[in-house]
């Protein structure tokens, strides 16, 4: 890579190929964005939703690497050429000199540089040279298409699976598969700046792509979507399995089958080998999508046209990329980059969405283990051990049994009941009395044999043996439907529980166990030992970073990274430039002080305004209700009749004056029930419903898309419109778009701060006290509840021409402190309505008038 010594000047707004008239924040984001890439800093950018930031962000970073590689190509050439003048001026000053050992020294200092200058315009050369063969091949296809290959057409090729590679030789000399540790490019590449555009889901990186085709920079930019293989596999055996654990090891499995000649020898099963691996068939994948910009659906079509396999063609194809579009686990997961190849060296990092980057980071890097995974862990260890002992050497078996030592002194934890308890890493090994035992040497002699591959097929094996002997484990089939079974339950537990501690106390601890299915239903479980490999990790780490919650009550071990620098500092130190945005980034404190406490210097914050006029949005505090009681919908006031009755009041008074659609915010899935309830008992709801169809949303996100498209025909189709009873948090307060009709007016009920007494919970506040000072863990607490306020909120005012009013339900909301928290754009109109809510219902109906 070349670092020019040159300085690109910020353009003009005109200059970014934006494909619309730009907003007059646009331009300044477009333009504060290159500056920030220019001069390798940290940008911070909160942009409203609805002000088109995803596109913004791509157009200027795309322009900025359009001119920093015309800036490269140029200077180097030009580098070149004045180092060989300098050359030539000190070998003739050299020849005159009377200190030549010094003259001797600058020659060769500049002949070093002038040979490594060559070398990298060899190697820029060398790379124009097989981009140009990329789009002449393309060409070529397109000039003698082919018709579409149908999955009918590729024969399987059967090749012999081993019986589980469980040889000694095997389990030490056995070389890892693609996926497992991705063989470095031997020869030397030129490498020019990336741009890895990472944001939540796929759905908006699809998005990114269809407004990338309405630019300039989409008919020359190299576009790649990367994905799992849950999203790109085209085989239909893989994909035809339930869960992201299986399909993972399935398609290992296929690759796997390749690499071991005399495992194939030795084998007894057959296995069909992956027919959309072939190296022509993935080439010519790869150019496709090198030449054109396809999100994750048009690559899966793509790949099932010409038979080559999605997920394998992007990889192939990722180091010649431009633009990486990625979600947020391929990113900031290290494990994740190291098995891609990604490359962050230099580059341009862009985190779309990023008002929970924190929580995100913590999530990613946290690992749960069920006791129903131990319990099958352990017999199909026991089983493996039993079975091959002989073929193993003295100190792989020493290993299998030092594996299953951990697993059942981790089962005895979880199986001695009790509290939950909040323990570091050192003291759950201390605990469990396995701190003798070198985790690290476990966990490579996990990852240089590919054991939980081996267990996979072992535990296949087993489930094919109908007849078990009396000295094998009992049948591995009912085992297994057994400890499906335990791990729904425990799963349900463990939903049911966090539940119920949104709205209730923590001292109330009476639970109604699930029944459980019945076994010929129960799920099939991946296999047990990626988590348990994934929790022993965990535990290498820094003790200060984690902690393990051991809960006997949910029966499961959960390590909770506090931390998240730890994992970011990687992301920090090595790319060029980092962009952090989202549309509610404020308060941007606590972010700045967990990740970026060594490099302060570097970060630049940018806050940018709405883009709609001001008086397109009406935004409302109510500190009292229709009768003049007060609001206040606390965890202990909010189920009281009292405030029930207020509630049920402001929902019938407001949708009798708000048109279309209305979308009412509620704290928990809980208090939605118990307040579906009373608008049920009291008549409420029949009376709201003569105006409006009233729905509502369902713990588990289930349905969701088909409830939206209930609610948008509703509004179109009944006079008054449609009332949505929905949940913060959930699947319709986040990324959603209720734009024009859908969202005339937006209510938040109280104010969602999540349970204070939960264990983990708890343990973060306690750490944030304990490192950054005393109040930042309720700083943390707070910022949490304003968060997902913000994010209802921001569901409203999509675009310029949109408008809506905002209802803000809860006289808490009139603390200046919580005012602060709030979205500029909406802080700065807020009204209180100390003069009563008959003021509200007028001043909403002529806001409403005005438009009409």
Not at 25 to 47: A, D, R, T, W, Y
Not at 606 to 625: E, K, S, W
Not at 679 to 692: D, F, N, P, T, V
């Amino acid at each position: 890579m070349y670092s020019p010594r040159k300085s690109l000047s910020t353009p003009a707004a005109h200059e970014f190929g934006f494909p619309y008239t730009p907003y007059e924040i646009q331009e300044q984001l477009m333009q504060q964005l290159f500056q920030v890439l220019e001069h390798k800093q940290i940008g911070i950018f909160e942009s409203p939703t609805g002000t088109g930031k995803s596109l913004t962000l791509t157009c200027g970073a795309l322009t900025w690497l359009r001119q920093h590689e015309q800036l490269v190509r140029t200077e180097l050439l030009q580098r070149i050429d004045q180092v060989q003048a300098q050359l030539k001026q000190l070998q003739i000053e050299s020849a005159q000199a009377e200190d030549w050992i010094t003259a001797q020294s600058k020659t060769r200092t500049q002949r070093l540089e002038l040979e490594q200058l060559h070398r990298l315009r060899e190697l820029l050369q060398q790379k124009e040279q097989e981009l140009e063969q990329i789009k002449q091949r393309k060409r070529q296809q397109q000039e003698h298409q082919r018709p579409a290959r149908r999955a009918s057409d590729l024969k399987e090729t059967p090749v012999e699976e081993e019986e589980a590679l469980n040889s000694d030789e095997e389990l030490d000399n056995v070389e890892s598969v693609l996926e497992e540790q991705p063989a470095e490019l031997q020869s030397e590449r030129f490498r020019d700046v990336q741009i890895f555009f990472c944001s939540r889901t796929h759905s908006q990186l699809s998005q990114i792509v269809a407004e990338l085709r309405k630019t300039p920079h989409g008919q020359n930019v190299r576009c790649i979507a990367l994905g799992s293989r849950q999203q790109l596999c085209i085989n239909a055996q893989v994909r035809k399995l339930p869960n992201i654990g299986l399909i993972n090891e399935r398609c290992l499995d296929m690759a796997q089958s390749k690499i071991s000649a005399n495992a194939i020898s030795k084998s007894r099963q057959t296995l069909s080998r992956c027919v959309y691996k072939s190296s022509a068939q993935l080439q010519r994948l790869s150019n496709a999508a090198l030449c054109e910009p396809f999100d994750i659906e048009e690559l899966v079509a793509e790949g099932s046209a010409c038979g080559g396999c999605p997920y394998y063609a992007t990889r192939a194809a990722q180091s010649q990329a431009q633009l990486l579009l990625l979600p947020y686990p391929m990113l900031l997961q290290r494990s994740a980059r190291q098995q891609l190849g990604l490359d962050l060296r230099g580059a341009i990092i862009i985190v779309d969405e990023a008002h929970n980057l924190l929580d995100t980071i913590a999530q990613l890097h946290s690992s749960e283990l069920s006791l129903a995974q131990l319990q099958l862990a352990k017999q199909q260890l026991a089983g493996y051990k039993q079975r091959y002992a002989r073929r193993l050497s003295s100190a792989n078996l020493l290993r299998i049994n030092q594996l299953l030592y951990v697993v059942r002194r981790l089962l005895q934890l979880l199986e001695a009941g009790g509290e939950p308890r909040m323990l570091r890493t050192y003291e759950l090994s201390a605990e469990g009395d396995f701190f003798n035992i070198d985790v690290h040497e476990l966990l490579e002699f996990c990852a240089r044999t590919r054991l939980a591959q081996k267990m996979q097929s072992f535990g296949r094996q087993l489930q094919r043996e109908p007849h078990p002997s009396e000295n094998r484990p009992p049948p591995t089939q009912q085992l297994l439907q057994r400890l499906a079974a335990q791990h729904e339950q425990q799963c349900q537990t463990l939903s049911k529980c966090k539940r119920k501690a949104a709205d209730e106390n923590a001292d109330d601890k009476a639970k109604q166990p699930p029944h459980p299915q019945p076994a010929a239903q129960t799920p099939a479980m991946s296999s047990p030992f990626r988590p348990l490999i994934a929790f022993l990790e965990t535990l290498t780490s820094n003790a200060a970073d984690g902690r393990v919650l051991l809960n006997p009550e949910t029966a499961t071990l959960k390590y909770l990274l506090l931390n998240p620098a730890e994992h970011f500092a990687d992301i920090v130190k090595e790319a060029r430039a980092l962009i952090i945005a989202g549309g509610t980034m404020r308060p941007t404190q606590e972010l700045t002080e967990q990740l970026f406490a060594h490099c302060p210097e570097r970060v630049v914050e940018r806050f940018y305004d709405h883009v709609v006029p001001a008086d397109a949005v009406l935004p409302f505090i109510l500190p009292t209700g229709p009768t003049g009681a007060r609001l206040c919908f606390s965890y202990a006031e909010r189920t009281s009749p009292a405030m029930l009755k207020e509630l049920s009041m402001v929902l019938q008074n407001l949708c009798g004056v708000l048109p279309a659609g209305v979308v009412c915010f509620l704290p928990s899935y809980a208090y939605l029930d118990t307040v579906y309830g009373h608008l049920e008992q009291s008549g409420a709801l029949q009376r709201i419903g003569q105006r409006k169809r009233i729905f509502r949303e369902t713990a588990g996100g289930a349905g969701v898309e088909q409830l939206l498209q209930q609610y948008a025909n509703a509004i179109d189709q009944t006079a008054g419109g449609a009332l949505l009873l929905s949940v913060v948090g959930g699947k319709l307060s986040e990324g959603l778009n209720f734009a024009d009709q859908l969202g005339r007016g937006v209510i938040v009920v109280g104010l969602p701060y999540p349970n204070r007494t939960s264990p983990e919970l708890k343990e973060r506040m306690r750490h944030l006290d304990a490192t950054l000072g005393n109040g930042a863990g309720n700083e943390y607490y707070e910022n949490l509840c304003m968060k997902a306020v913000n994010q209802c909120i921001g569901r409203s005012v999509r675009h310029i021409r949109d408008y809506a009013c905002v209802y803000l339900l809860d006289e808490r909301y009139g603390s200046e402190r919580i005012q602060q928290k709030l979205p500029a754009w909406i802080a700065r109109h807020i009204h209180v309505a100390s003069e009563g809510f008959g003021a509200v219902q007028a001043r909403t109906a002529r806001f409403f008038k005005a438009r009409s």
